[in-house]
């Protein structure tokens, strides 16, 4: 039975929906890192880390290769750079919108002159 392409999609967005896994792949926008690398930046328990980087690799969406003792996790494709490029610019304009009502509603707090 084939899945239908709107639940692959919500499968696909919570695979990305944890924070280590977003940070990981905004760090491997830059390029390919070292395992070491990963954890200096990220700071969380390497077994944590490995966890959430054995999610990344089995959705395909981060490749995994060994130079000697080191695994070196890369970006499958730019898609991922241009889909946490997207997210950014979305979020950006979603919190732009709170700060203007933020502003407007520090503006008219106590006067009365509130708005529906």
Do not use: N, W
Not at 8 to 37: C, N, S, T, W, Y
């Amino acid at each position: 039975m084939r899945v239908p392409l709107y639940q692959a999609k919500a499968e696909f967005f919570r695979m990305l929906g944890h924070p280590v896994r977003i940070r990981v792949l905004e760090l491997l926008q830059d390029g390919p890192k070292p395992v070491r690398d990963l954890l200096t930046a990220i700071g969380i328990e390497p077994s944590s880390l490995s966890q959430q980087l054995a999610v990344l690799r089995r959705s395909g969406i981060v490749t995994a290769t060994r130079e000697g003792s080191t695994v070196v996790y890369a970006l499958a494709g730019g898609d991922v750079a241009e889909l946490l490029g997207a997210a950014r610019r979305i979020l950006t304009e979603l919190l732009t919108g709170q700060e203007e009502l933020l502003t407007e509603l520090r503006g008219t707090a106590g006067t009365g002159a509130e708005r529906t």
